[in-house]
């Protein structure tokens, strides 16, 4: 699969933490309970569901719902806003 603007978007905002990125679409579900993952999706529904379901079943690890959130990629003053430790 070739590689996606918005695969590039979110790679260039990640933080430095950003284990994994998969999915395409211009809305990113962030899961910042260690280690942060990303998904990607083309509609903010499927983005809310997908929240949802992580929200539900928990990412793994030391997962805190809470911190799951969704980034709109194409609003460029949201960064990704990664937990201040
Ligand atoms: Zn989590």
Redesign the pocket.
């Known amino acids: 699969m070739a590689r996606s603007k918005w695969r590039v978007e979110a790679r260039r905002r990640r933080g430095r933490r950003v284990a994994e990125i998969t999915g395409d679409g211009r809305y990113a579900l962030l899961?910042p309970?260690p280690p942060l993952t990303v998904t990607l999706w083309r509609a903010r529904e499927e983005a809310a569901e997908a929240k949802q379901r992580?929200d539900q079943a928990?990412?793994g690890g030391q997962?805190?719902?809470r911190?799951?959130h969704i980034v709109d990629l194409t609003e460029a003053s949201q960064l990704f806003l990664l937990p201040q430790r």
Do not use: Q, V, Y
């Open positions: 899961a309970c992580l928990g990412c997962c805190n719902p911190l799951h």
